[in-house]
């Protein structure tokens, strides 16, 4: 059973527009939130995470949006650059087990001029 | 310093063939993480060590799988009879978590395995 999804597998955005990648989980348990970005032939890399106590981070360009009761955090990245194209993995944390985190399957975000 | 890296890059291996993965962390990470990605997936959580104690490995597909970090720091994931559905990218990463309380985890570019 996949905890984690990611029903859209690939998303494609004119750059200087807003990005918007949306992820579900079934486990109330899960007490932390994290989407990594992953380029070809290299390994995820963190971007933005958020706790379960919160409803929404920001970094920058880069907003985490937490909805608890539907279970659904999103990605907001705005404006969109030809950089960010790349796979996007949602991931969470189960409540107390810090040490295992539980991925979807990945967005394709693919950022055109 | 360095990322995390991890050898070999690739690895083609006939079925029925052992082969063995190696990890470096960032030093003086203390924990250690090894996940398993298919095509199109998203990694899988295979095992974690804090140090050289392997606390978790509810994640290995099977008794062919088996992990060791001998003295704390490089690890290895050793895979023996090789099948085709191991065919995967495997993917470590390391991080200075204490446990209960999160740290971001640094992952390693991968071995991207192939079994014949």
């Known amino acids: 059973d996949q905890q984690v999804k990611q029903n859209s597998p690939s998303l494609s955005v004119q750059e200087g527009r807003i990005s918007i990648l949306n992820c579900d989980y079934t486990n109330s348990m899960f007490d932390y939130f994290l989407w990594y970005k992953k380029y070809p032939a290299e390994g995820p890399t963190f971007l933005i995470s958020?706790?379960?106590?919160?409803d929404k981070n920001e970094d920058g360009r880069f907003t985490v949006f937490l909805n608890k009761s539907a279970k659904h955090l999103s990605l907001h990245i705005v404006p969109s650059q030809p950089g960010d194209s790349a796979v996007y993995f949602c991931a969470a944390s189960p409540k107390g087990l810090a040490d295992k985190l539980i991925f979807g399957t990945g967005t394709r975000l693919q950022v055109f001029p | 310093g360095a990322g995390v890296s991890q050898s070999p890059r690739y690895k083609v291996a006939k079925r029925g063939q052992d082969v063995a993965l190696r990890c470096d962390p960032i030093?003086?990470?203390?924990?250690l993480f090894w996940y398993q990605q298919a095509l199109g997936q998203g990694p899988e959580f295979l095992t974690y060590?804090?140090?050289?104690?392997?606390?978790?490995k509810s994640g290995l597909p099977s008794d062919r799988f088996f992990a060791e970090r001998p003295e704390g720091s490089v690890s290895t994931l050793k895979i023996q009879r090789t099948q085709q559905e191991d065919s995967a990218v495997y993917l470590c990463?390391?991080?200075?978590?204490?446990?209960?309380?999160?740290?971001?985890?640094?992952f390693g570019p991968g071995t991207r395995l192939t079994v014949l």
């Open positions: 060590f804090q140090n050289e104690a392997q606390l978790d």
């Open positions: 030093s003086g990470h203390v924990s």
């Open positions: 958020i706790s379960s106590i919160k």
């Open positions: 990463a390391s991080s200075l978590e204490v446990r209960l309380s999160y740290n971001e985890q640094f």
